[in-house]
């Protein structure tokens, strides 16, 4: 309708005022106002010399005359408010009806894909809440470019090496008395954090002895034996010892298992994995290759440089001086080998913003070293998750576990639904389900609805209500229109004709012009990285849908074209609820 309406306004000027105008400047018609598409006249004064609303009310008179969806118009001040035609609304609403997949493109299977990172989690502690946000963000956003019609690959990469890793390793040699998931009932990645603590608090006291003989904080943390044994063990890693590698590789599967519990209960997945393990040497040939270009510098001591104060940064180190990698060489030498796997568009990282330095010089080194994909290449950076009791640390034991929130969400689910007590007729099963659907949906769609950029204060109780712009509430409108739809005893699946007669009810109308927009938001989404678009238009449909349900009958109509008509509106509105909600990874229940 918007591009008929341009090309209208287009002729429509030319002939009134004899001017060419390249574009026209729409905006949602403001609520006090009728109409359903607003032209702005302000922004032609540049090239046409009058009164605004003279100008508005001639090209009003134009378009009725000359566009047959366009009905009525009025003017208020610079601005040109267009009434369209019930049946162009009608015939709409009937063309997207039989659309079984309505605003979702399918991939050209000849097009390059996106990669999608999210997760990469370290192997020496369980997820956490701050791994919640990155996995549903990752995976929401990996979903959404699916449905604006790119390939897209998931992917994670592990980080399974390093210090932090071996100092779960030698807690658990030191105090593990060979204990195992199976022996302890605990999951494996829960099982090796609690060793990572264990590690921390040994460190720490050992630290307080040091300081006890004259040592100084600083000479006690770099001299306590259990950290510099840590270090032995990690140079024997890298060495290849073989008892070292086969405790490694033991400890890392039962964090892996552990993991994948996770995953499944959260419901994200992955096309691959990357192992830090295999990548870690990856970029340092790189380097030699831009060290001989000039690209890279090497000072006296030996390390490789990078200067980017022209860019307005820093001097970044590449290789240290006794050759090994750090992480910048990984990045660099991880993104060459993800385009050589894959044949790549673009590449998503979702990563804290904590992070945001570090992607900003990747992608600068990528362009220098004369890759031309780097400038496909986007940081989705977001904030923190914090909770009312304050920040998260891992080694200190005070982080919040992924799986005991989500069973907390459950919880919190059946403590509010046993309150409400609408479950008569529900095996315990069935509610079970129900629960999690309701708890795991209400985490979810309260991370996800805010600006992936903004800090959330996350609060349970809070997102497990089931009024307001929360999950719950979205969820309970998809259940009462699948109760609507359940007591329909007639075909409301026909065909309707005779449009042009048809007058509608004002949240009709609203409602329609709600469901037209999905297309649109999924392409916005997709562009902007942020499932929070669509979130908060699944908020503004249940809310328009549940003004017309209110206001309105629908099987209750007397007259059959209108019973059909609200019967098939209904049913649409919750086929989008529930492939808007599958795009946020949150399930939707058939009865609540």
């Known amino acids: 309708m918007q591009k008929i309406l341009e090309q209208a306004v287009k002729k429509g000027l030319q002939k009134i005022c004899n001017v060419t105008i390249d574009s026209v400047e729409f905006q949602a018609t403001k609520k006090d106002f009728e109409g359903d598409f607003t032209i702005v006249v302000f922004a032609f004064l540049r090239l046409i010399k009058g009164n605004p609303v003279e100008i508005g009310t001639k090209l009003g008179e134009y378009l009725v005359e000359n566009v047959t969806e366009v009905s009525s118009f009025n003017v208020v001040k610079g601005f040109l408010n267009l009434v369209i035609s019930d049946s162009y609304f009608l015939n709409s609403f009937n063309t997207i009806y039989k659309i079984e997949n309505f605003g979702f493109v399918t991939p050209n299977p000849k097009a390059k894909a996106v990669m999608v990172e999210y997760s990469s989690p370290n192997t020496n502690k369980p997820l956490h809440l701050g791994h919640i946000r990155n996995n549903l963000l990752g995976y929401s956003v990996a979903e959404i470019i699916a449905a604006s019609g790119k390939k897209v690959y998931k992917t994670q990469i592990i980080n399974d090496r390093g210090i932090h890793i071996c100092k779960s390793m030698l807690a658990w040699q030191r105090y593990g008395n060979g204990e195992t998931p199976e022996s302890t009932s605990l999951k494996g990645d829960k099982l090796v954090g609690n060793y990572y603590v264990k590690f921390d608090q040994e460190y720490k006291k050992e630290i307080t002895k040091l300081i006890a003989k004259g040592k100084t904080e600083e000479e006690a943390k770099k001299q306590a034996p259990i950290l510099v044994e840590a270090q032995q063990m990690l140079r024997k890693w890298e060495a290849g010892d073989t008892e070292v590698v086969a405790l490694w590789k033991k400890m890392n599967q039962w964090v892996f298992d552990g993991f994948d519990i996770t995953y499944t209960a959260l419901g994200v997945n992955f096309d691959k994995n990357y192992y830090e393990s295999n990548t870690y040497l990856l970029g340092k040939d790189v380097v030699a290759e831009g060290l001989k270009k000039g690209i890279f510098f090497k000072k006296e001591d030996g390390s490789v440089w990078i200067d980017l104060t022209e860019e307005g940064l ?4 590449v290789l240290r001086a006794d050759g090994t990698a750090v992480y910048m060489t990984q990045d660099i030498g991880t993104a060459i080998e993800r385009f050589k796997d894959f044949d790549l568009e673009s590449l998503i990282y979702t990563v804290g913003n904590e992070q945001d330095y570090h992607f900003k010089v990747l992608f600068l080194i990528l362009s220098k070293l004369g890759y031309t994909w780097a400038k496909n290449c986007y940081h989705l950076s977001y904030g923190m998750v914090d ?19 989500m069973l907390e969400m459950t919880n919190t689910a059946r403590s509010i639904s046993q309150e409400l007590g609408k479950l008569e007729g529900y095996s315990t099963e069935e509610k079970e389900v129900l629960y999690k659907t309701i708890g795991l ?44 739809l359940r007591k329909a005893n007639f075909d409301y699946q026909i065909t309707l004709s005779k449009v042009n007669e048809v007058s509608l009810h004002e949240k009709e109308r609203s409602l329609i012009k709600q469901l037209l927009l999905f297309p649109e938001i999924i392409q916005n989404a997709a562009a902007n990285h942020s499932p929070a678009l669509i979130a908060n238009y699944t908020y503004d449909l249940v809310k328009e849908y549940n003004s017309f349900y209110q206001t309105v009958p629908i099987l209750g109509c007397e007259n059959e074209q209108e019973k059909i008509r609200r019967t098939q509106l209904s049913e649409k509105v919750g086929k989008i609820i529930k492939a808007a909600f599958k795009l946020l990874g949150i399930n939707v229940p058939e009865r609540m």
């Open 314 to 317: 820093d001097e970044k180190i």
């Open 387 to 405: 909770l009312p009791s304050g920040k998260m640390k891992s080694r200190e034991g005070t982080v919040v576990d992924a799986d005991d929130l």
């Open 441 to 484: 949906g209400a985490l979810k769609y309260y991370i996800l609805k805010v600006d992936p950029k903004k800090r959330i204060l996350f609060n349970p109780e809070e997102s497990v209500d089931f009024a307001g712009n929360t999950g719950p509430f979205i969820q309970y409108t998809y259940a009462r229109i699948q109760s609507i």
